[in-house]
């Protein structure tokens, strides 16, 4: 009889309700919590004044309690609106970084191009005087286009140097020969020579492949950065689901809720909470991080020389119209004979080797000046982006770490969704695959975010575009040939195509692949029904064997 007592009683020890942080089975006093409710703005009208029965409790463990059903709804919003805070404040930390660097990239682009266009015009007003006033136009023009192209215009880059070319061959030609009288349509037969008798030398081959090469992956790279500071902002904004707001409540506000307000989350808890909230968040982290790479990849290889590109582009130009005047007579005499000899009738010339021979020493020495400003830009800016590739996988971490029981004997003292107890359940991984046994939420995995989607679509748009800029590929302007392309792929989809600049989708290899256990248990029950009718079909060919 006695051993039975002790058993009985050992049961109800066992079986018991645990309370407080003094663990008393006294109703005790709300006074604490009504302060801690209060401080969050809430009224205190409905705060009992002493722990209530907890039956009426949805999400926190039923026990003596000073939390109302309403009251735990309201604390619940509450946890989702601080988490969500916290992750819009966090996003804009990175968004901050990412729009430094664009200002700072941008900035420097265009003091760039100033520059190149203020020393053109200075250095070929005192050489070329009355020659480069009657060309000026031309100049103007290629700076014009070229600042279209690096904001986005749709401008072919390579017809916009050919196009200059072909125009200073014209003025060039018609300044040297002004003794006749040149029309249009024999400007127009000289400007179609130029690829054979190629009278700047090799310089707009050259000045072409180099010029395009470093605007396409500098055009790439600055819209990587506005796309990825997209994708941060939108990312942010997505709110979180009804189970992750139960999930965050039990964690955070439960405990005060069960009079244990110094009761801190378990580490291995609340990381299990915020994989499984921010789950969809960290499918992002492939992309996130193949974007960075190709980012880093473009500011190391095609950008660290843009200065010194930019600046020399006087000078290149400069050595061209040399190279012409080198070679005006016999430049002349394959033109006359292509396009037919001129008749006399203009003004006499106006010694157009003279001045341009005169220039030649003065060009160069004016235009030698660069600085060493890029090579840093590109350190900072890789640093930068190699910093924020683990962001999305590491956002649950970043969160936990403000929350989390920390010190001597953490992992037996700290909350773990139940009581004050070690947390056994292990950390699950990242991604939304990876929550299907997560212990803290139920995650229909079947389900992504649509939202998170799109973006991880953008994310491989810009990683596309960003490796053919690497090779020097502009997209926008691609033959049809050279498209990423496959059975029944194109260009955009039907009615997906945004007007300026395009965006071309790319084929991956790889795919992201979620389980469907719904569908699966469907396929199965069909085939589960089909056999009954295969059995009927054998009983009977049996019977009618049988009979015979």
Known sequence: MDSFIIAALALCSLTAPAYGDKGTSKARSCSDFRQFYGGKGFPLDDVPQSEISGEHLRICPQGYTCCTSDMEEKLASQSRMEVEGLLKESGRSLQAVLLEQQKAFDGYFNELLNRSSVSLQETFTSTFGLLYYQSSQVFSDLYTDL????????????????DFWARLLEK???????????????????????????????????????????????????????????????????????????????????????????????????????????????????????????????????????????????????????????????????????CGNLREGGTSSTGVEESMKRGRDTVEDKLADSSNKMAKMVSDVVMKLRDMQP?????????????????????????NGISRARYLPEVMGDGLASQINNPELEIDITK???????????????????????????????????????????????????PGPRLIVPVTDRSIIYAYPAENKKVKASAQQNLPSVGIYLVSLLILLLRR
């Not at 020399?312 to 400069?318: A, F, L, Q, T």
């Open 147 to 162: 600042r279209h192209y690096y904001r986005g215009s749709n401008v072919n880059l390579e017809e916009v140097l050919n």
């Open 172 to 338: 060039l030609f018609s300044q040297a020969n002004k003794q006749y009288s040149i029309g249009e349509d024999y400007l127009d037969c000289v400007s179609k020579q130029i690829e054979t008798l190629r009278p700047f030398g090799d310089t707009p081959r050259k000045m072409t492949a180099q010029v395009t090469r470093t605007f396409v992956a500098t055009r790439s790279f600055m819209q990587g950065l506005v796309i990825s500071g997209e994708v941060v902002r939108k990312v942010s904004q997505v709110p979180l689901s009804q189970e992750c707001m139960r999930a965050m409540m039990r964690m955070t506000y439960c405990p005060h809720c069960r009079g244990m307000p110094s009761a801190k989350p378990c580490a291995k808890y609340c990381s299990n909470v915020m994989k499984g909230c921010l789950a969809n968040q960290a499918d992002l982290n492939s992309e996130w991080r193949n974007l960075a790479e190709a980012m880093v990849n473009v500011a190391m290889q095609r950008l660290d020389t843009m200065d010194s590109l930019i600046l020399s582009i006087p000078n290149r130009i400069s050595e061209a119209m040399f190279t012409m005047t080198d070679n005006i007579q016999m430049i002349n005499s394959k033109l006359f004979q292509a």
């Open 391 to 415: 962001y999305w996988v590491s956002l649950p971490n970043t969160l936990c770490n403000i929350k989390v029981a920390t010190g001597a004997g953490a992992e037996d003292k700290c909350w």
């Open 448 to 498: 992504p975010d649509m939202t998170i989607r799109q973006q991880i679509m953008q994310l491989r748009i810009i990683i596309h575009r960003l490796t053919k800029a690497f090779n020097g590929q502009d997209l926008d302007f691609q033959d049809t040939s050279d498209d990423v392309s496959g059975s029944g792929s194109g260009r955009c989809a039907d009615g997906m195509c945004s």
